[in-house]
Structures are given as C-alpha cells and as structure tokens.
C-alpha cells in the first residue's frame, strides 16, 4: 500500500476529488494550503506526488477528522531502527478517545517519514498529548550512550504539521 500526497488550491483538490469519486481520496487545509491524499495499492492520480510507502497502519483514512502529521527525517542507516520501534509501538494510541488511524509512512523520494494520525477533533489530540498513554509511548528506553548513537539518525529537528477537514465556502 502507498500513500501520495500533493498540494494544491481548493478548486485543483476538489476538481480532483469529484473526478475520480471511486478513489480514497482525501482533502484536508490548514491555514496555509490544501493537501490531498491518496492511500492506494495501484497508480496515482497525481502528477507529482510526495511518494510513500505504509509502514504500519490502524484504522481507515477518512476525510472529517483532524489530522497531526509528524514529519521526521531519518538517514539512511537510521531507518532500520525507526521503522523497528514504530512496528514494535506500544500501541495505546488506538485505545484513545477521538482516535481515528495511523500510517506510519516511509519516504521514497525524500528521507522525512510522516507519523500520520486522525483524530475526531482537534481536543481529542490534545488530550492524548497529555496522557500516561503518551507519555509511555515516547518514554526512552534507551542508555545516554545509545540515545547519543541514535541521535545521529535524524540530521534535522522533526515538525508537525495540522490539517482539518476542508470545507467548501459558497
């Protein structure tokens, strides 16, 4: 399975969207751009895309949620052991209130992985920030020594990025 994403204007995204309504296709916006993605085992539709491939994945994609995208780069040498421990997740987040899914997705024209989650609404990911379950999930298990080796696997800080649901203004 993989993941495309693209941006665009709100009239490029829909146009894409009503064209190819048998498609799991889904737009979201913050406040500054759109993003459209396409969670698909064959071809995209988009001419350009941000390409993935899902790592690890709970629940399904839909388009009314709130969406939290962590963006982290990894080296090449540190991918085995960040895609070993989000295979070996915990796994609490999905027993969350306002959960929806989880991608874990591997870059494959770039080295940023996105830890893609859905939420019902905005408070629901902010409560589970605040959570044990949070909590224990980012807890280092690791010797300073390791944690210092490790370190060396991610050349830039990590980001977030929110989207919500896109909403048509008339």
Not at 4 to 26: D, R, S, W
Not at 130 to 146: D, I, L, R, V, Y
Not at 152 to 169: A, C, G, K, L
């Amino acid at each position: 399975m993989k993941v495309y994403m693209t941006q665009g204007t709100p009239e490029y995204l829909i146009k894409l969207v009503n064209t190819h309504p048998n498609e799991a296709i889904f737009i979201f916006q913050n406040d500054e751009r759109g993003l459209l993605i396409h969670e698909t085992s064959g071809p995209t539709l988009f001419s350009e895309p941000r390409t993935y491939e899902v790592v690890d994945s709970v629940g399904e994609l839909i388009n009314e949620a709130f969406v939290v995208c962590n963006n982290i780069p990894v080296t090449d040498e540190g991918r085995p052991v960040f895609e070993y421990r989000f295979k070996n997740r915990a796994g609490s987040i999905e027993k969350e209130p306002g959960f929806i899914a989880i991608r874990v997705l591997r870059p494959l024209n770039s080295d940023t992985y996105i830890i893609m989650t859905l939420w019902e609404n905005e408070e629901d990911f902010k409560k589970w920030k605040q959570s044990k379950a949070f909590e224990h999930a980012h807890k280092q298990k690791k010797t300073p020594k390791e944690a210092s080796i490790e370190k060396t696997h991610y050349p830039r800080p990590s980001y977030v990025t929110t989207f919500s649901t896109y909403i048509e203004e008339n």
